[in-house]
């Protein structure tokens, strides 16, 4: 049971470019969610989804962008890299919201 | 707004215990999660409470109250590899339901 798997782990990035971080899971969960990790910071959730073809913003969407086309896949794209979304970035899901979140192994991003 | 606030470190000995609290504010409360995660780890699960009261699992029990949006992770008979940060998230509305985390607490135990 692979669980949560995101790609790449590490990841660098020019400024300006743009990139996907790919997540997926096996669970069948419902509840997809993207955080970013940054010193100081916790963990500060991006955008997230209740199920297939429904997305919402969470405290720090400005230059992420997301959909979520089946129930496995939710990918993060990034439309113009800037340093500071240089971060480390958790993909988590759960079969709903107050049920227990399995997080992907993170991944790195530096944005040069 | 939507807050959560806790100890950014605490420090305790080996075999002793530790509570790490945490407050929140938020206009549509549901629940408090608590995770742990070691450096260069990606968090796991420790419990959730909905209900005041205590959970307890282990080592580790949860407590909330919600009449005082409080709640606390207790860890008892610690040992060196609980050293990690540990964070409390709440599951709030705001569009649907959303899970917000704080800013973690950084537990060294020491010797």
């Known amino acids: 049971n692979a669980g949560v798997t995101q790609t790449p782990k590490f990841q660098v990035l020019k400024t300006g470019q743009s990139m996907t971080l790919q997540c997926a899971q096996d669970m069948n969960h419902e509840y997809m969610s993207w955080y970013r990790q940054d010193p100081g910071m916790g963990l500060r959730l991006i955008h997230y989804s209740v199920g297939a073809g429904i997305t ?7 230059g992420y962008n997301v959909s979520r086309s089946t129930t496995e896949d939710f990918p993060l794209r990034l439309l113009s890299a800037a340093p500071s979304q240089t971060s480390v970035y958790f993909c988590a899901s759960s079969y709903d919201g107050n049920t227990e979140a399995f997080f992907g192994q993170g991944t790195r991003l530096t944005v040069v | 707004g939507q807050s959560l606030e806790q100890p950014s470190e605490v420090t305790a000995v080996e075999g002793a215990i530790v509570q790490i609290n945490c407050t929140y504010q938020t206009s549509g409360f549901y629940g408090l999660s608590w ?5 260069g780890g990606a ?3 420790l419990s959730y409470n909905a209900l005041d009261g205590l959970e307890e699992t282990g080592r580790f029990s949860s407590f909330l109250s919600r009449s005082d949006s409080y709640g ?16 409390c998230a709440m599951l709030n509305s705001g569009g649907y339901q959303k899970v917000t985390f704080g800013i973690g607490t950084k537990l060294q135990v020491i010797p």
């Open chain 2, 72 to 87: 606390y992770l207790l860890l008892q008979e610690l040992q060196m590899k609980d050293s990690a940060s540990y964070f």
């Open chain 2, 35 to 39: 995770y742990q995660q070691h450096d």
């Open chain 1, 56 to 62: 919402d913003q969470g405290e720090v969407p400005n």
């Open chain 2, 43 to 45: 968090p796991t699960f």
